[in-house]
């Protein structure tokens, strides 16, 4: 008999952590009971698990040792609130929102730097980095025994589920008010993003670059063990409910071998290879899935030592949850 | 009295046609006579110049003799159809479908490398670039007497308009059958467009690069005078009308002073340059200006030689309509 967990999620109600739960019973984790708990106005409203519906408890209220392994799928201010309490119980914990520093919960993208886990120590606490980071990580994994990438330039068009369901509503709410041709007042977004391209996610530092810029940078140099990779990062709100779509370009040490580089894309288990002429979208191809996808894989024009990408890849589910639970897997493995 | 010059609108009807017509009319163009002639079906419609109705005549009968000055402002087939006519004709020429090689119409931005236009022989004849490049190239004109920039990764997000009309309606159907939850058949493009992004605009070559990122790469180190330039291009397609959003990273070869580069593009009369904090975007802003719209100015995270910028441009408009209209005044002012 396979031993189990009680576990815990934390902003259960939210897109990532509903996507959470699904993923548990989907993947078969071995949960003993599964609590979910919410902070606010979530606490009370219901789930289903396994095909019966739960209850979400209030957060506030939660006593932390009663739980093995807890998912934090709340906000960066509700976890930073209640991921001490979770710690000194004892607890594996598995954060999404990078609440802590990464001494404290080193950055783990599990197609990418699984390694990392095995060199935990107790109260064993990991960060589940940013969606867009789970992405191109997982594609320069599969790509680092064969080339060595010095700079990658990066434009993540986001979709607005990177807003939660607030996100999902406000741009549905804006396409019909537009569509019946009626006067538009953007709410959650700071202006008009039905058919409009919004030029940042979050609001820029004294050196012009948005907090999921910075930490894109910072959380693949430290997924690929790269501190001298150099990034530029981009992060765009474009008119998608669901999936981040990437236009990645790698400067590379030596002169690359695109044939080389599709032939190692096809057969990696991670990833999703979309041969040329054909491409990956969100809509149709990565939404929905645990894979990240990638094609339109080819040189530079006027560098040979150059390689261009586009990667979609499902925010909340692959992004997120997946790697999440794939993250509480392999602990469970190392350590309990 | 100003001299007035008879002028032909190759493919009026189109969405650059009918934005190049509007623009002779507001920019007071030395017109006398206006001859609008269309291809095929188009022929028999009709367009308002000067407060006046004027019929669109069908090209394939039409007499180059006529006219001085013929803007071609139809696909690249109809172009090359009649272009020879036209400069058989003595007629000045402006082209925005670069059907003739560089070597016979040289690629001009009329705010980047106008002093190329004294350089022509007759049958002076020269080449509106594509729109993103028109874009980008106004912004790194304005740059150059600064920086030296050594490389350019661009991601070009364009607006459906660049498909002309049956763009712009396809993209509106799709929408408004997803929100009536109505099951879709793509018609004009390969797949669903609404609320998705599309990896390419148009089928990519043997090396994978489609002809606008081609083109993208070639104008740029042309109209900049910058041969040794590296380029690395991806346009994709994003569910927006109108304007195009341009994520645009640069190597230079020295260290970047980003103050200064924001004071240049802040004084540069060809560009409206938007403050950091906020960000220009193509609804609201760029859609239905003359002028390119910069902001998100930025250095690099890990390269002092790095300088990131958003740009937003009306791709009709701005990138085809306006500049071509700028050559014919420079034309004008050089040989007639």
């Known amino acids: ?189 700071d202006r008009q993003i039905a058919f409009n391209l919004l030029a940042q996610v979050d609001a820029p530092d004294a050196g012009g670059h948005g907090a999921l810029e910075r930490r894109l940078a910072a959380e693949l140099k430290e997924v690929l063990g790269s501190p001298q990779l150099k990034v530029s990062a981009t992060c765009i709100q474009v008119p998608v409910f669901y999936g981040d779509s990437i236009s990645l370009s790698l400067q590379c040490r030596d002169a690359v071998e695109v044939e080389q580089v599709c032939a190692v894309l096809r057969t990696a288990s991670t990833l999703e290879y979309v041969e040329a002429g054909d491409y990956p979208t969100v809509v149709g191809d990565a939404v929905g899935q645990e894979v990240v996808y990638v094609g339109r894989v080819r040189g530079g024009q006027d560098d040979p030592a150059e390689l261009n990408l586009w990667i979609a890849s499902d925010n909340v589910r692959k992004g997120a949850a997946s790697n999440a639970v794939q993250l509480g897997e392999l602990l469970i493995k190392h350590y309990l």
């Open 1 to 189: 008999m396979t031993r189990t967990y009680d576990v815990a999620v934390i902003g259960a109600t939210g897109s990532v952590g509903e996507a959470l739960v699904q993923l548990l019973e989907e993947r078969e984790f071995p949960v003993a009971t599964l609590y979910l708990l919410g902070s606010g106005e979530s606490a009370g409203e219901s789930l289903t698990f396994r095909g019966k519906s739960r209850r979400v408890a209030a957060l506030e209220a939660f006593d932390f040792s009663q739980v093995r392994l807890v998912f934090f799928a709340a906000g960066a201010v509700v976890t930073r609130g209640h991921i001490e309490a979770a710690r000194a119980a004892g607890c594996v914990v598995i954060d999404l929102s990078a609440a802590l520093p990464a001494q404290q919960a080193p950055r783990v993208v599990a197609d990418a730097n699984p390694e990392q886990l095995s060199r935990l120590a107790p109260p064993y606490c990991v960060t589940s980095p940013s969606a867009q980071s789970v992405a191109v990580a997982t594609v320069l994994a599969a790509l680092r025994p064969h080339i060595e990438v010095q700079r990658a330039v990066i434009t993540a068009c986001m979709a607005v589920s990177s807003h939660g369901r607030q996100g999902v509503s406000e741009l549905a709410r804006q396409t019909a008010e537009l569509l019946n041709a009626r006067a538009l007042e953007p709410r959650l977004f």
